[in-house]
């Protein structure tokens, strides 16, 4: 079985979009209440949304994506933690009826109801909610709710100590993953995204948040940012650092996808960084939509890239597989080993 | 001749920093004055503090090194405009006293007075001081003078534009270098610096800055941060933006160093981006000081990499010598081809 860690509902039906526009209007017009509820949206409406998904996956030889609201839409900036926890619940509880409808196809991760500058209360319950009772396998973690401006503690500061517990409680690793950018110097899928994979790390790589939590496990998304890139550069800050070899501080705690939309960059990535380390995702339909004219493929189709690697077997199966389960563990009630589906 | 295109000055004996911390300490003390001059600095002591640079030339096979103020000292979120320009003018004359002691091993680029929100005529007439009078050879630009807020407009909005005329009368490139972050979210050599390659890469590809200034230079440092790793990723976002094919938007105005310290690295640089955007830098002595305990070698020592690459021997000579004369055309004058030393 083929699982594929990264996926967002980018192609929600209108009404999703709607109300989110209603709800701006909302809090630019005093005069105007905020929506109460989504209108209403079929089951076979979802089930046409996602036709795109669907095909992919038929297409590419995959069979399950993790799959969550779309990224670019969460901004955490706008609003406040009421605005926040509305949109918020509405985008999970889309992702359920998807699941639910398509229980072979995908399996959901929750946005977060995340605000620059409030507490994170609202998100250890919601987390709980999509968890306990949604059946959800994780989460997107935002590093920068502000949308560019980067006001939040890094990712090692004791201020997400609380949801960390939440996380090691239900046994469900974070995603890091930014939103769009109301920063103008940032665009959000080809700067903001990467930025933050990038800070990311190198927060981790300087604090000691695996000793205080053990069990958290961390995807960072894009192939790691520049991360692997610049391997030896960090092998050597951590030198310099006095911190531990890059290999050891990752190993149970710090996790890849190959959101990496080209040969040689997934080569790169599979050259440097542990297998064990390493889980497929296409991040489809995401940030590049297009074919490659260099290969007559589309650029998200990452299996290719990962079934062409030079990697053995046992390697190639656990990062299309056998990772996700250890990475993502409730995904192994849904899904038996050896091709269930 | 082998021209290492990034190299700064972090071995500047002790007074620079002792004014530093002077000026420093004026800033948060009302009735303190900050400091007219910089102690008295011995040519001897000038020559004692470039003896690492020296060294590292010699053993490691290159003969010049491109040489400006420590990146991470310039600092221009610290004080006002007054504080910077002071500050600016030390550092750069200190580098010009290198180089008139060692013309044969260092040329000149300058720091930039920059100050968050102040307009650019400061860094106009330190270019042209620095250019005209001290021989220097290009600059580095700083697209966010607020280290790690990111305050400034994009490289690509009109408010650089000015600056941006000088550049191309005076025919110098410049160098996109952030400096210290003043954020707690990024670290400043393992975050902030990579973050702001691939931010100003991806405001590159976004706009018509380079049909506006076709004779404009950018050198993005740091193998360009993550973006040869994202090659496919930005190709295709060029793509769906409807933005020229990458290799024609960079051709004449974008070039990156190597930078990238391990061989894997600089291996996909070379891979996917064309050789005559690429010139070789080192950092020497700057952000990562450690020896490889896996190559027994330096990490920063680029020239190795570079020299096993799987290149001809055109994009070789390219890479070492040739790109740096076209990107940086004033060190003609100072070095002539075919081994002038």
Redesign the interface.
């Known amino acids: 079985m083929v699982i594929d860690c990264h996926g967002h509902y980018t192609t929600a039906p209108r009404q999703l979009q709607a109300f989110r526009d209603e709800q701006i209007a909302a809090l630019k017009d005093p005069t105007a209440a905020p929506p109460k509820t989504l209108a209403s949206i079929s089951d076979d409406q979802l089930r046409e949304s996602v036709q795109p998904q669907l095909k992919f996956q038929t297409d590419r030889g995959t069979d399950v994506t993790i799959f969550s609201p779309r990224a670019s839409a969460m901004a955490h900036h706008i609003g406040d933690a009421t605005t926040s926890l509305d949109w918020t619940r509405h985008c999970n509880d889309l992702i359920h009826r998807v699941c639910t409808l398509f229980p072979q196809n995908f399996v959901g991760v929750c946005q977060l109801p995340q605000t620059p500058g409030a507490p994170l209360a609202n998100c250890i319950e919601e987390l709980e909610r999509t968890v306990n009772e949604l059946g959800f396998i994780g989460c997107n973690l935002n ?2 709710p502000s949308g ?3 006001t ?3 990712l090692t500061d004791r201020f997400w100590y609380p949801f960390y517990e939440k996380l090691v409680e239900l046994d469900v690793p974070a995603m890091v993953h930014v939103s769009a950018s109301c ?5 959000a ?3 903001h995204y ?2 933050a994979d ?2 990311a790390f ?2 981790f ?2 604090a000691d948040l695996f000793k205080d939590f053990p069990g958290l496990r961390m995807i960072i998304p ?2 790691g ?2 991360v ?10 951590a ?2 650092l006095k911190r531990p070899l890059l290999t050891e501080l990752i190993r149970d705690n710090v996790f890849f996808d190959t959101c ?6 997934i ?2 990535l599979m ?2 960084v542990p297998a064990e380390n390493i889980l497929f995702g296409s991040e489809m339909v995401g ?4 074919i ?1 004219p ?1 290969t007559g493929h589309y ?2 189709d990452t299996k290719r890239y990962v079934d062409a690697a030079a990697i053995d077997d046992r390697a190639r199966a656990n990062i299309l597989e056998g990772n996700a389960r250890r990475v993502y563990p409730r995904i192994n009630a849904k899904f038996k080993m050896q091709n269930a589906k």
Request: cysteine-free; overall charge negative; hydrophobic content about 25%.
């Open positions: 590093p920068d560019g401006h980067w939040a503690p890094p920063n103008s110097n940032f665009h899928t080809g700067a990467l930025n990038t800070t190198m927060q790589l300087q894009h192939g940012g520049a692997p890139y610049h391997w030896g550069r960090y092998r050597g800050l030198q310099d990496v939309y080209h040969q040689p960059g080569d790169l050259n440097v940030a590049v939509r297009g490659d260099q650029y998200d």
